[in-house]
């Protein structure tokens, strides 16, 4: 069963940067998706952004301009930067990895932004 492992959540003021991290163990595949998800509560979850194997990303138009995925194909691990935090970003985030059928979950990280 893969695995995933996130890291980097915590309290930020609007207007800060957080970095978080996700590492996979146990994936046997070379090429697979990963990605961010975010849910607040009482809302549903929703895309942040993928990256492909590739580097192909995509975001939500909400986090555009702000947020940078990024990959380590070595390392299987996928960082996303989060520049100019507001307070609607505050979420649990989950990091995600997609390949052939699959779809795997991280236990998430929770993200508070708030003065």
């Known amino acids: 069963q893969v695995q995933l492992v996130e890291s980097g959540g915590g309290l930020v003021q609007p207007g800060g940067s957080l970095r978080l991290s996700c590492a996979a163990s146990r994936i046997f595949v070379s090429d697979y998706t990963m990605g961010w998800y975010r849910q607040a509560p009482g809302k549903q979850r929703e895309l942040v952004a993928t990256?492909?194997?590739?580097?192909?990303?995509n975001y939500a138009d909400s986090v555009t301009g702000r947020f940078t995925i990024s990959r380590d194909n070595a390392k299987k691990t996928t960082y996303l930067q989060m520049n100019s935090l507001k307070p609607e970003d505050t979420a649990a985030y989950y990091c995600?990895?997609?390949?052939?059928?699959?779809?795997?979950w991280g236990q998430g990280t929770q993200v508070t932004v708030s003065s």
């Open positions: 990256i492909t194997g590739g580097g192909t990303t």
């Open positions: 995600n990895i997609q390949f052939s059928n699959y779809n795997f």
